[in-house]
């Protein structure tokens, strides 16, 4: 399903004196099927910006067009468009609500008016998306740990198998290994499913993992997009705006700098740890030819 | 969304009414109610209407803003002033038309009665909520309530509470806009169906939104218990309250205009401005 954003402007409290203008005529075109980031600094109006693209916010002007249909059209289109767009929340273990993990996560398909039956196979196969144990779909949602709850309520989204997956933060606030489960959930989301996945971080660590396409917000405006490596080569523009690229990619352009012939595209360890193998073994030879 | 519900907004700043002291903002506030019924005639009412506005350059705050909380309540002024026109029988008889009988008193009485609501909804949320923030008037009734401890009465617990209170309402106001956020976008309905299924689509709401005022609650003890906290005795504060030069003579310009509106009684006034 294709996603394009037209223009989209948002004011918030417009007519009082804590007017605020969120976000400022962005328009994007997400790439069907791919794991697009969205990245900025604190206030930059991210997540105003992803809670317009399944209509939970209007715009004050512009679009959002779904497979080239303005979700804002009527109110029959803004309904469907919450299940078409899957969006997860900052901190979305707090909206946990039901006496057991299933039932929980069956509170989107059963807003959809899916049967029992799929029902049942939708809690099993969100809760395998996220590696949650089926064990735990029998107890209370408020047992779990932080990072079990952060996965009950991601899957509580995936059950409505939505083509378009928003996560705001879904990784905040967990450890590397928590980290890496989730996204190992959304990737495998993704291939099943051939959604697309939209993830707002603040991680340019996660982000040069994951993500292939790059959109970054400044002072409500979106100032760059494209491919992964188009938005970390400008290193030096995204410190300008008060980001950073990863540490490692830092590490590579130092040594670049200092006369070591290294590509400018490296943003993971693994990344650098082949490329400095690779360096290695030239030097290397070189030094075999000279002897 | 609900954050648009300004209950008793407070516009920080720094002008002479946010210099005044909180406990004489209150006493001035009670001061100011008392004079507006006090005031028996339409001109003396008039003039307190007036006057309120006063407080709007004195506070800085928008004029805009003031009428914006005028107009909300412009159905109570309608209602009460109505009610007045109809039920007053007292002057020269106006209209006659079967059971609608309209005299000149009951329309004097109807437009005081409009200035009147006007006059103390401008007058006392200017001076208290528009340019007191609710810690410092919580502050402020506790220190004017303190020698009621003396009687045993638990005044200090009593503004705790209440600044917490206060201070965790745009908390929850702004989580529970959130939880709803995040119910609707799993397709949650708020708005269709019946009675009875609208409030069970309320359920959602609220079972995370009491899970969490209880989690905060719990950690706000904690960190308070942490601090060392055990209520009130023997506690000092970090800025105690002390009165200025400024509020005396707020007051005693207050008990000046106090002193007109009230003698204003015994000035002849022609019979349909008065009562
Ligand atoms: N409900 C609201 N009412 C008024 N202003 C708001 C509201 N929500 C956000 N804002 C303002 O809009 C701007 C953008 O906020 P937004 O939450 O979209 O930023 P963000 O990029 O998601 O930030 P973060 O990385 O901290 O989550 C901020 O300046 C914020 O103060
Ligand atoms: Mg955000």
Redesign the pocket.
């Known amino acids: 399903m294709k996603l394009e954003l037209k223009n989209l402007s ?1 004011v ?2 417009g007519d009082t004196t ?1 007017r ?4 400022d005529d962005v328009s994007a075109v997400i790439r069907e099927g791919s794991i697009t980031g969205i990245i ?12 317009m693209m399944n209509g939970l916010l209007s715009p004050t002007s512009g679009e959002v067009l779904l497979d080239g249909e303005n979700i804002f059209k009527d109110k029959k289109t803004l309904f469907s468009a919450r299940f078409k767009v899957g969006l997860v929340f ?1 901190y979305p273990e707090y909206q946990l609500f039901e006496e057991t993990v299933a039932k929980d996560i069956a509170f989107g398909p059963k807003n959809q008016k899916l049967s029992q039956k799929e029902i049942a196979g939708r809690i099993l196969e969100a809760a395998d998306f996220v590696g949650l144990d089926r064990e735990l779909l029998d107890r209370s949602p408020f047992d779990l740990s932080g990072g079990q709850k952060r996965r009950v309520a991601i899957a509580g989204v995936m059950a409505m198998r939505p083509p378009i997956l928003i996560l ?2 879904p990784a905040s606030g967990l450890d590397p290994v928590g980290r890496e489960e989730i996204f190992g959930g959304l990737l495998r989301y993704r291939d099943q499913t051939g959604a697309t996945i939209i993830i ?1 971080s ?1 991680s340019m660590e996660d982000m040069a993992r994951y993500a292939e396409d790059i959109l970054v ?1 400044s002072e ?1 405006r979106l100032v760059l997009s494209g491919s992964r490596d188009e938005v970390f080569r400008k290193a030096d523009f995204l410190c300008s705006i008060g980001l950073d690229v990863p540490e490692v990619t830092h590490l590579m352009n130092e040594l670049r700098r200092r006369g070591y012939d290294l590509p400018d595209n490296i943003y993971t360890v693994e990344g650098a740890e082949a490329a400095l193998r690779r360096l290695k073994d030239q030097l290397h030879h070189k030094e075999g030819k000279v002897c | ?1 609900l ?1 648009d519900i300004t209950l008793g907004q407070y516009f920080p700043g720094n002008s002479p009414l946010h210099k005044l002291d909180p406990r004489m903002k209150l006493i001035l506030a009670l001061l100011f109610i008392v004079t507006v019924f006090f005031a028996d005639s339409l001109v003396s009412v008039a003039i307190m209407a007036l006057a309120s506005f006063i407080f709007v350059p004195l506070g800085r705050i928008p004029l805009k803003t003031v009428l914006r909380s005028l107009k909300a309540i412009r159905w109570i002024i309608l209602f009460t002033s109505v009610l007045n026109l109809f039920w007053v029988k007292t002057g020269t008889q106006l209209v006659d038309f079967y059971f609608i009988d309209i005299y000149s008193g009951g329309i004097t009485y109807a437009i005081t009665m409009a200035l009147r609501v006007t006059a103390l909804l401008v007058g006392s949320t200017l001076l208290l909520s528009y340019t007191t923030s609710p810690i410092a008037l919580t502050d402020g009734l506790e220190q004017m309530l303190s020698p009621l401890k003396k009687l045993h009465v638990p005044v200090h617990e009593f503004a705790m509470m209440m600044t917490i209170a206060l201070r965790f309402i745009p908390t929850l106001i ?1 989580e529970t ?1 959130k939880i709803i956020a995040a119910q609707k976008a799993r397709g949650a309905d708020f708005e269709t169906g019946s009675v009875f299924s609208r409030a069970k689509a309320m359920i959602p709401i609220f079972i995370p939104l009491f899970v969490s005022a209880i989690r905060r609650a719990d950690e706000l003890a904690t960190a308070m218990e942490c601090r060392c906290y055990h209520g009130g005795d023997g506690r000092t504060r970090m800025t105690s309250l002390r009165y200025t030069p400024r509020d005396f003579v707020a007051l005693g310009l207050f008990l000046l205009f106090m002193a007109g509106i009230i003698g204003m009684r015994w000035l002849p006034l022609p019979a349909f401005l008065g009562m």
């Open positions: 948002y918030y409290s804590f605020r203008q969120a976000v900025g600094h604190t206030g930059s109006g991210k997540s105003t910006l992803v809670q900052q705001d933060e707002v603040h917000m409500s | 969304m954050k702004e806009d």
